[in-house]
């Protein structure tokens, strides 16, 4: 899309922009700006490679919002700030597909897909066929129109016939180029089908952020992705991060005096030429294969990978490469006869639900919490499985007794996708649920506006007191290694452990003696411990478990104060003043910090020695990194990069966005690319791996 020439001048055009911050931009540099603020999106979200640090772009962004502003007439419908739409969508249209929208044949072994073969070569003429092989990505599909260069529609697949007119939501996904030079090869309108997906980073991330407000978690990132493409307010869609596959061209209508271009003339040929202007098309994962065992051992291999990608794939999908073939071939009414699915193993399983327990979770609310007869779905056993709430066990259809299906994909935690009534058998009981704490015996309650039943003796709830230390220890808040569930409740058993305050003051000489309890282990666990005082504000925050308080949430608590008792002088106002901060949260953080039982917990914490300060907006002068700067490139394995690159700033170092004489350390995860290469270019620049970027933060012991 880029080439080298190009993606130099428009990095360097970036820097320049940003240098002239704060003056007024010329009319004359707004395109530049566009083409800059373009090439930036490509670069993070088509082929994530970014090289621009967040807030860089951000201030790009500014600059151009900015500029439009004080002269609407020079607005584009393709400038980056177009995707961005005001006000709530009112309906979605329906429009008809240029040309249907058809399903694919499915295989599921070799053998289907020697049948697959032997009727291709049958139907085509040709003893061994090329095939392009890519994955079947397991999304919503989409089909979009571009006229004269510009994204003109975007619609669902609906009946295959008629779909659902969803322009504006796929506008905010930053892969889909908003304009595109279709007209380079004489194309005046083209019709292209992919694959909205949620990737499985986000998959969790916006389930743990439902679950945090009392809603069921989404059983797969397919039913995400479909449910987001439907939302009527296209800013909700854009921060769903949704991302777009486009591998198949169904409609072209040529410029006059024009022919079919030959790059058009192979499904592989059309993937190049999608990609190359910028979309992202499977070029990178496809692969061009002679003759079906090749194929064969490619969709064997490749489904191994499966868990290693960032999204779900269902299978892999074979198709035809040269087109003239494909059209000799022809199609059902149902599917094309070029073209077959090869599924992989399925993640789904059927299981008969046994009984219903109910859980107490730490803020008290009561979670069904579903017994099924033990079934492998994904490489894992599952034995139970949570309903949620009453509101989705009415949804799904639940009753004891019942047959149900359970699917586990893009997330850790299995879900139920429904039920089976018509394999009722007349013995199936209702889930009754109870009137009061199954631990502790209080009266549960049930706000009007929630969907969940709970205890509302929170401090005296054993079950509440204990999930709320396994939290406070949990890989995402404190992360204690080693002081997982099975510890704290055994510890809670023994006494020595009555709250949270009380992880930092346990009587290790006591537990030295309990069975189970080596040296080794012991050691290690006070080391966790004592590392835990100094994790960032933010992960304090989220430990402590205050309602409606996710990860995300927690991160802009952080940044909002130097001290963490500074929220005891905030008012409800103040608090609503931050990013996606509502009347909900504020209320909760507020009666969080004006709470006496919290404020004397906090104040234990505090003598403790845990980290208080936002060390962000105080940056350490002396931390093991202070002075040096710092750049990733790659995947890395141990840390994801957000918490990489949280590691650089507490410890004092400085994040820089691209490789130059300025940077001390290029840390090179796995398939690192032009970054590398250019680092070992710069005496100056040390390439090191995750490992040695561990030591050098001292974080190393703690993975050890
Ligand atoms: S080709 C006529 N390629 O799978 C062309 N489909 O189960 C038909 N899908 O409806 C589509 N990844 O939504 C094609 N690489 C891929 C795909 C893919 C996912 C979806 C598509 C299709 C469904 C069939």
Same mark, same amino acid.
């Given at each position: 899309?880029?080439?080298?020439?190009?993606?130099?001048?428009?990095?360097?055009?970036? /820097?320049?922009?940003? =240098?002239?911050?704060?003056?007024?931009?010329? +009319? *004359?540099?707004?395109?530049?700006?566009?083409?800059?603020?373009?090439?930036?999106?490509?670069?993070?979200?088509?082929?994530?490679?970014?090289?621009?640090?967040?807030?860089?772009?951000?201030?790009?962004?500014?600059?151009?919002?900015?500029?439009?502003?004080?002269?609407?007439?020079?607005?584009?419908?393709?400038?980056?700030?177009?995707?961005?739409?005001?006000?709530?969508? /009112?309906?979605?249209?329906?429009?008809?597909?240029?040309?249907?929208?058809?399903?694919?044949?499915?295989?599921?072994?070799?053998?289907?897909?020697?049948?697959?073969?032997?009727?291709?070569?049958?139907?085509?003429?040709?003893? &061994?066929? =090329?095939?392009?092989?890519?994955?079947?990505?397991?999304?919503? $599909?989409? *089909?979009?129109?571009?006229?004269?260069?510009?994204?003109?529609?975007?619609?669902?697949?609906?009946?295959?016939?008629?779909?659902?007119?969803?322009?504006?939501?796929?506008?905010?996904?930053?892969?889909?180029?908003?304009?595109?030079?279709? $007209?380079?090869?004489?194309?005046? %309108?083209?019709?292209?089908?992919?694959?909205? @997906?949620?990737?499985?980073?986000?998959?969790?991330?916006?389930?743990?952020?439902?679950?945090? %407000?009392?809603?069921?978690? #989404?059983?797969?990132?397919?039913?995400?992705?479909?449910?987001?493409?439907?939302?009527?307010?296209?800013?909700?869609?854009?921060?769903?991060?949704?991302?777009?596959?486009?591998?198949? +061209?169904?409609?072209?209508?040529?410029?006059?005096?024009?022919?079919?271009?030959?790059?058009?003339?192979?499904?592989?040929?059309?993937?190049?030429?999608?990609?190359?202007?910028?979309?992202?098309?499977?070029?990178? &994962?496809?692969?061009?294969?002679?003759?079906?065992?090749?194929?064969?051992?490619?969709?064997? !291999?490749?489904?191994? %990978?499966?868990?290693?990608?960032?999204?779900?794939?269902?299978?892999? +999908?074979?198709?035809?490469?040269?087109? =003239?073939?494909?059209?000799?071939?022809?199609?059902?009414?149902?599917?094309?006869?070029? !073209?077959?699915?090869?599924?992989?193993?399925?993640?789904?399983?059927?299981?008969?639900?046994?009984?219903?327990?109910?859980?107490?979770?730490?803020?008290?609310?009561?979670?069904?919490? !579903?017994?099924?007869?033990?079934?492998?779905?994904?490489?894992?056993?599952?034995?139970?499985? *949570?309903?949620?709430?009453?509101?989705?066990?009415?949804?799904?259809?639940?009753?004891?007794?019942?047959?149900?299906?359970?699917?586990?994909?893009?997330?850790?935690?299995?879900?139920?996708?429904?039920?089976?009534?018509?394999?009722?058998?007349?013995?199936?009981?209702?889930?009754?649920?109870?009137?009061?704490?199954?631990?502790?015996?209080?009266?549960?309650?049930?706000?009007?506006?929630?969907?969940?039943?709970?205890?509302?003796?929170?401090?005296?709830?054993?079950?509440?007191?204990?999930?709320?230390?396994?939290?406070?220890?949990?890989?995402?808040?404190?992360?204690?290694?080693?002081?997982?569930?099975?510890?704290?409740?055994?510890?809670?058993?023994?006494?020595?452990?009555?709250?949270?305050?009380?992880?930092?003051?346990?009587?290790?000489?006591?537990?030295?003696?309990?069975?189970?309890?080596?040296?080794?282990?012991?050691?290690?666990?006070?080391?966790?411990?004592?590392?835990?005082?100094?994790?960032?504000?933010?992960?304090?925050?989220?430990?402590?478990?205050?309602?409606?308080?996710?990860?995300?949430?927690? /991160?802009?608590?952080?940044?909002?104060?130097?001290?963490?008792?500074?929220?005891?002088?905030?008012?409800?106002?103040?608090?609503?003043?931050?990013?996606?901060?509502?009347?909900?949260?504020?209320?909760?953080?507020?009666?969080?910090?004006?709470?006496?039982?919290?404020?004397?917990?906090?104040?234990?914490?505090?003598?403790?020695? @845990?980290?208080?300060?936002?060390?962000?907006?105080?940056?350490?002068?002396?931390?093991?990194?202070?002075?040096?700067?710092?750049?990733?490139?790659?995947?890395?394995?141990?840390?994801?990069?957000? &918490?990489? =690159?949280? #590691?650089?700033?507490?410890?004092?170092?400085?994040?820089?966005?691209?490789?130059? *004489?300025?940077?001390?350390?290029?840390?090179?995860?796995?398939?690192?690319?032009?970054? @590398?290469?250019?680092?070992?270019?710069?005496?100056?620049?040390?390439?090191?791996?995750?490992?040695?970027?561990?030591?050098?933060?001292?974080?190393?012991?703690?993975?050890?």
């Amino acid at each position: 899309m880029f080439t080298n020439e190009q993606t130099k001048i428009l990095q360097q055009a970036g /820097k320049n922009f940003l =240098e002239t911050a704060g003056k007024a931009l010329p +009319v *004359s540099s707004v395109a530049l700006l566009r083409d800059v603020l373009r090439f930036h999106e490509y670069r993070y979200y088509v082929i994530n490679d970014p090289l621009i640090a967040d807030a860089e772009y951000d201030r790009l962004y500014k600059m151009l919002e900015k500029a439009e502003e004080a002269d609407p007439s020079i607005i584009t419908p393709d400038s980056p700030t177009q995707r961005v739409s005001k006000g709530l969508i /009112k309906d979605f249209p329906k429009v008809q597909h240029l040309v249907p929208m058809l399903s694919l044949d499915n295989s599921y072994n070799a053998e289907d897909l020697i049948d697959f073969d032997r009727r291709a070569r049958e139907l085509s003429g040709v003893e &061994e066929i =090329e095939y392009c092989v890519e994955p079947k990505f397991d999304g919503a $599909s989409i *089909s979009l129109i571009y006229e004269n260069d510009l994204l003109l529609r975007g619609a669902t697949r609906g009946d295959g016939v008629v779909g659902d007119d969803i322009t504006t939501n796929i506008r905010q996904i930053r892969s889909v180029p908003l304009s595109a030079k279709f $007209s380079q090869y004489g194309i005046q %309108q083209i019709e292209i089908r992919g694959e909205v @997906l949620m990737n499985k980073n986000n998959f969790k991330e916006y389930n743990d952020a439902i679950e945090e %407000q009392g809603l069921p978690r #989404l059983a797969n990132p397919r039913n995400a992705a479909a449910g987001s493409l439907r939302i009527k307010d296209p800013k909700e869609v854009s921060r769903r991060n949704l991302e777009a596959f486009l591998y198949h +061209v169904s409609d072209v209508t040529l410029q006059p005096g024009h022919q079919q271009p030959e790059i058009l003339k192979t499904h592989d040929g059309t993937l190049q030429m999608l990609w190359d202007m910028g979309f992202r098309s499977p070029e990178k &994962e496809k692969k061009l294969l002679k003759g079906i065992n090749a194929v064969i051992d490619h969709c064997l !291999a490749f489904e191994k %990978q499966r868990d290693d990608l960032p999204y779900e794939i269902d299978g892999m +999908v074979v198709k035809v490469n040269k087109l =003239e073939l494909q059209e000799r071939m022809g199609m059902t009414t149902h599917h094309p006869r070029w !073209a077959i699915a090869f599924k992989f193993k399925a993640r789904q399983a059927t299981s008969k639900l046994t009984a219903v327990e109910f859980q107490v979770g730490r803020t008290g609310a009561i979670t069904p919490v !579903a017994k099924i007869d033990p079934v492998t779905v994904g490489g894992v056993t599952v034995g139970s499985i *949570s309903v949620h709430n009453e509101e989705y066990i009415k949804d799904k259809d639940l009753l004891i007794g019942d047959t149900i299906l359970i699917e586990r994909s893009g997330d850790v935690i299995p879900q139920v996708v429904k039920s089976f009534p018509e394999l009722r058998t007349g013995d199936e009981k209702t889930i009754e649920f109870p009137v009061t704490c199954p631990v502790c015996g209080s009266l549960l309650e049930k706000p009007e506006d929630e969907a969940v039943w709970r205890c509302n003796n929170s401090n005296n709830c054993e079950a509440q007191i204990v999930e709320r230390i396994i939290h406070f220890a949990s890989k995402d808040a404190m992360d204690i290694r080693g002081f997982g569930d099975a510890i704290v409740k055994k510890f809670y058993a023994m006494g020595y452990l009555k709250n949270v305050p009380d992880i930092y003051r346990l009587p290790f000489d006591k537990i030295r003696t309990m069975e189970g309890f080596g040296e080794k282990s012991i050691t290690n666990l006070q080391a966790a411990i004592e590392a835990s005082k100094s994790q960032p504000l933010h992960r304090l925050i989220y430990a402590l478990g205050i309602r409606y308080i996710g990860e995300t949430t927690a /991160k802009v608590l952080a940044n909002a104060v130097l001290h963490l008792n500074d929220f005891t002088s905030f008012s409800l106002e103040r608090l609503q003043e931050l990013e996606d901060v509502g009347p909900k949260v504020a209320g909760s953080v507020y009666s969080f910090f004006h709470n006496d039982q919290n404020l004397q917990l906090l104040n234990e914490l505090e003598n403790a020695g @845990l980290q208080f300060k936002n060390l962000k907006k105080d940056l350490p002068a002396t931390g093991n990194l202070s002075g040096k700067t710092f750049l990733f490139t790659g995947t890395l394995s141990k840390l994801k990069r957000t &918490e990489a =690159e949280a #590691l650089v700033e507490q410890n004092g170092g400085k994040l820089l966005s691209g490789v130059s *004489s300025k940077l001390n350390y290029l840390v090179a995860g796995e398939d690192a690319g032009s970054k @590398l290469e250019k680092a070992k270019k710069i005496a100056t620049v040390q390439v090191i791996s995750e490992t040695e970027f561990l030591k050098l933060t001292g974080a190393d012991t703690l993975t050890s």
